[in-house]
């Protein structure tokens, strides 16, 4: 079946600009996460959505950073006034309700500030 | 709270050579257990998980895990590693109390030499 999708592949913006990035999940999936990748290095988590529950929003590095959920479904991360140090692989990974539920994630949006 | 602790940067092993990647945690309750793995550019991959039961989970791929309570380890091994396993491996938890978010290592990089 269709795995977790995102989009754009990779994004090239100016600093100061705007950013949307878009998620679709797997249809079912009531949990998604969003983290951003630095190269090759480790994974800073940003948000999290489960159900219809508050997301948390405890790993957003600034208020430049806001993310929705529409309908329970797609998610789209939004970046605001776009800063060099913004740059890295933003990843989207959904789960199913169970908390034993592993992560699918999918392949990432490269995020080039220059 | 909940921490991963992955105490390799970088494993090096000969192709045919068994291989281990380590993890340790922390987590104040039970944890699930998970390993990913990520070639590049692309996201994370789920492998195996512990949820309860027999401590030597088997996965994808001919990895296995082994659960150890004692020492709080949840090491990734694989009998004879082939260069296609070469890869960034990440730990993770999560403790089953509810409301409880996914923690990852920092990530392992393992090149299998030919």
Same mark, same amino acid.
């Given at each position: 079946?269709?795995?977790?999708?995102? !989009?754009? !592949?990779?994004?090239?913006?100016?600093?100061?600009? @705007?950013?949307? /990035?878009?998620? @679709?999940?797997?249809?079912?999936?009531?949990?998604?996460?969003?983290?951003?990748?630095?190269?090759?290095?480790?994974?800073? %988590?940003?948000?999290?959505?489960?159900?219809?529950?508050?997301? @948390?929003?405890?790993?957003?590095?600034?208020?430049? %950073?806001?993310?929705?959920?529409?309908?329970?479904?797609?998610?789209? /991360?939004?970046?605001?006034?776009?800063?060099?140090? @913004? !740059?890295?692989?933003?990843?989207?990974?959904?789960?199913?309700?169970?908390?034993?539920?592993?992560?699918?994630?999918?392949?990432?949006?490269?995020?080039?500030?220059? | 709270?909940?921490? &991963?602790?992955? #105490?390799?940067?970088?494993?090096? &092993?000969?192709?045919?050579? #068994?291989?281990?990647?380590?993890?340790?945690?922390?987590? +104040?309750?039970?944890?699930?257990?998970?390993?990913?793995?990520?070639?590049?550019?692309?996201?994370?991959?789920?492998?195996?998980?512990?949820?309860?039961?027999?401590?030597? &989970?088997?996965?994808?791929?001919?990895?296995?895990?082994?659960?150890?309570? +004692?020492?709080?380890?949840?090491?990734?091994?694989?009998?004879?590693?082939?260069?296609?396993?070469?890869?960034?491996?990440?730990?993770?938890?999560?403790?089953?109390? $509810?409301?409880?978010?996914?923690?990852?290592? $920092?990530?392992?990089?393992?090149?299998?030499? $030919?």
């Amino acid at each position: 079946g269709a795995g977790v999708s995102q !989009s754009p !592949s990779n994004k090239v913006t100016e600093k100061g600009k @705007d950013v949307e /990035l878009r998620c @679709d999940p797997i249809s079912g999936h009531t949990a998604l996460y969003w983290y951003r990748q630095s190269l090759g290095q480790g994974l800073e %988590f940003l948000i999290y959505f489960q159900g219809n529950s508050a997301p @948390d929003k405890s790993g957003l590095p600034s208020d430049r %950073f806001s993310a929705e959920r529409t309908g329970g479904s797609v998610s789209t /991360l939004t970046i605001q006034r776009t800063q060099q140090e @913004d !740059s890295a692989v933003y990843l989207c990974a959904s789960g199913g309700e169970g908390l034993n539920s592993p992560l699918h994630f999918g392949n990432g949006t490269r995020l080039t500030v220059t | 709270a909940q921490s &991963v602790a992955q #105490p390799e940067d970088q494993v090096n &092993v000969a192709e045919g050579n #068994p291989l281990t990647v380590k993890c340790t945690y922390s987590v +104040s309750g039970n944890p699930y257990l998970f390993w990913y793995v990520q070639y590049p550019n692309r996201g994370l991959q789920f492998l195996l998980k512990y949820i309860t039961g027999d401590n030597l &989970v088997k996965g994808s791929y001919g990895f296995e895990a082994e659960f150890n309570k +004692s020492q709080t380890s949840f090491h990734l091994k694989k009998p004879s590693a082939l260069v296609s396993d070469s890869a960034l491996y990440f730990c993770a938890v999560r403790d089953k109390s $509810p409301g409880q978010n996914f923690v990852f290592g $920092p990530g392992t990089r393992l090149s299998v030499l $030919p």
